[in-house]
Structure formats: C-alpha cells, structure tokens
C-alpha cells in the first residue's frame, strides 16, 4: 500500500529565516506531488504541482519555491520567510497516468512564522 | 474565474441525517470531490463524482449535477465522530489540480 511522509509535524520559525520541508512517497511509482497551503479561516490553496523529476508546476506567485529531486521526494523551500508564510502546509499525491486523480494527503506541517 | 460556495457552519444532532451543499464555477471540469477533515488534522478523501448522479458508500453520499454546477454531501445516521470540516473539491480538465471551497464545519451534538 501507498504511504505519505511529511516532517516535521511543527515548525516555529522568525522571519527572514529560511524553510525546507519534505515529503516523501512509498509504495507507487511516478506520483503526481503537490503542495498546498491552508491559512487560517482559509480554504486549501494549491501552491505546486509536480508530475515527474524536475518538473515544477507554480500556481500561485510567491516566496516559495518546490523541488523534485527523486521520484517519490517532494521539498518546499523559502529562503526568507514571512509573516504572512504561516499556515499548515499539506502535501499530497495522485497516481500517475489518466483518469481520476484523486489526491492522498500527507500529516500536515504547522508553520508558525513570528 | 473560479468560484466554489460552501455553507461555512452546520449543526445537526446524532441519528439524523445532514445535506451539506456546493456549487461551482469553474472553468474545466473532471470531477468533484468531497473531503473529511477534522481539527488539525489533514483531510481524508470520501467520495467523487464525475457523471450526473447519486454515490453511495456507507453512511455518506454524494450527489452531482453538472448543468446547474451542483453538488452534495449526504451524512446519514450522524455520530459524533463526523464533526469535522466538509471540503467540496472540483478538479481541473487536466485532472492535475483540485480547487477547494473554504469547507463546511458540522458540529454534531447529542
């Protein structure tokens, strides 16, 4: 069966501080990755998209950036966070190929930027 | 654009049976899909629909009607465990990316 691992569960971070956190994926193949964020009183907000190594879909603008380096490893990086970073930031993944993509959820990272 | 209205709140009590509502507007469209997600927690997916009509599994059903851009969630027999944030979600024609409402949060009481 397919698992998702996202770390770490909390972050306290000031700004102007950088982020790196990763997610990974056992058991499948090519996953379609993505990151979302969820502020509070907010719905989920998809912030990338990945559909193979190297491959970065952005859609919203922003100080974030995603890297794929392996097949099954997703890392959402800022260099200089801000306030308005704070959030609980969820990765997911898909399967590959056509049809129905329905999305699997990672833990979840809490994201508190002070 | 792109538009998905949820009710922000809804309270029913146990045993009963709860309707919870989306309606889009997107552009593109490969189906809708509805997540569980409880406080603090990452949501868990529930059902999709991709043709007109009703799905069943369990307790919950989920019902779609793409010409008047329409969904909903049927909660039957509530328990107090279905208090949680109800996420309606439409994917894009691509299938790449699920666009999310803000969520209706259901209290359950007793």
């Known amino acids: 069966s397919q698992t998702i691992h996202q770390w770490p569960a909390t972050l306290v971070q000031p700004v102007g501080s950088p982020l790196s956190l990763e997610c990974t994926v056992e058991g499948t193949s090519n996953p379609n990755l993505y990151w979302y964020r969820q502020a509070a009183g907010r719905g989920l907000q998809l912030l990338f998209y990945?559909?193979?190594?190297?491959?970065i879909s952005s859609e919203v603008p922003q100080n974030l950036s995603a890297s794929r380096p392996q097949d099954r490893q997703f890392i959402l990086s800022s260099k200089k966070l801000l306030l308005s970073d704070s959030g609980f930031y969820l990765c997911?993944?898909?399967?590959?190929?056509?049809?129905?993509?329905?999305?699997?959820f990672g833990a979840g990272t809490r994201l508190s930027v002070l | 654009g792109q538009n998905i209205d949820q009710p922000t709140e809804m309270t029913a009590t146990e045993g009963a049976i709860v309707q919870i509502n989306c309606t889009y507007q997107t552009s593109g469209f490969n189906g809708l899909f509805w997540y569980q997600q409880h406080a603090g927690e990452a949501p868990t997916f529930l059902s999709y629909?991709?043709?007109?009509g009703l799905e069943e599994k369990g307790r919950f059903s989920s019902f779609l009607s793409r010409s008047k851009g329409y969904s909903y969630l049927l909660l039957k027999e509530l328990q107090m465990k279905d208090s949680a944030s109800y996420l309606c979600a439409v994917s894009n024609q691509a299938g790449t990316a699920l666009i999310f409402g803000k969520g209706t949060t259901l209290s359950v009481s007793s």
């Open positions: 997911a993944w898909s399967p590959p190929g056509g049809g129905i993509y329905i999305q699997y």
């Open positions: 629909n991709v043709l007109d």
């Open positions: 990945s559909v193979g190594i190297g491959q």
